[in-house]
């Protein structure tokens, strides 16, 4: 599985929109750091630049927030691990291979976090563009989490 590529349907950052990072399942920590930037949810968009889960305490509830409230999210290597390795557990399990993702303890919290909704969320993270471009009144620039071959 690679990452794929941003298509001219993503959506794109524009001046106001607010970015954040590596949340690692952080809800409140984001939605402590939303409050202090004064997110408009009318009228600012939010895109993650990668790593929403693994590592943290509310890794469902993370993922939720971003559905409900349209939070954009490019790839980022944990989004790219449980991606795959959701990927493997219904696409590659006919085949009868053990899956080429080994679940470390903080990707497995998350998978225990997750319940019976695991792989529903988890696919939804191969979805996620690799980068996304912008432009806005300091120039042009690309959102990416930590390089294009960092997957």
């Known amino acids: ?3 794929r590529l941003p298509t001219e349907s993503d959506p794109k950052p524009t001046d106001g ?3 954040y990072g590596d949340s690692q399942a952080d809800l409140d920590g984001l939605k402590g750091l939303l409050t202090k930037a004064k997110w408009n949810p009318d009228k600012q968009q939010v895109f993650s630049i990668g790593d929403n889960v693994d590592r943290g305490p509310k890794a469902k ?3 939720e927030f971003m559905n409900q409230y349209g939070i954009h999210s490019i790839m980022g290597n944990h989004d790219f691990k449980h991606a795959r390795y959701a990927q493997h557990a219904i696409n590659g399990a006919a085949t ?3 899956n080429p993702i080994k679940p470390n303890p903080e990707m497995q919290d998350t998978i225990d976090q997750f319940g019976p909704d695991y792989l529903k969320h988890a696919v939804k993270m191969k979805d996620y ?3 996304l471009p ?3 009144s300091q120039g042009k620039g690309y959102l990416m989490h930590g390089g294009p071959s960092n997957h």
Do not use: H, I, Q, T
């Open 1 to 3: 599985m690679k990452p």
């Open 17 to 19: 929109d607010l970015v």
């Open 61 to 63: 509830e993370m993922m």
């Open 96 to 98: 009868g291979k053990a």
């Open 129 to 131: 563009p690799l980068y």
């Open 134 to 136: 912008f432009e806005d």
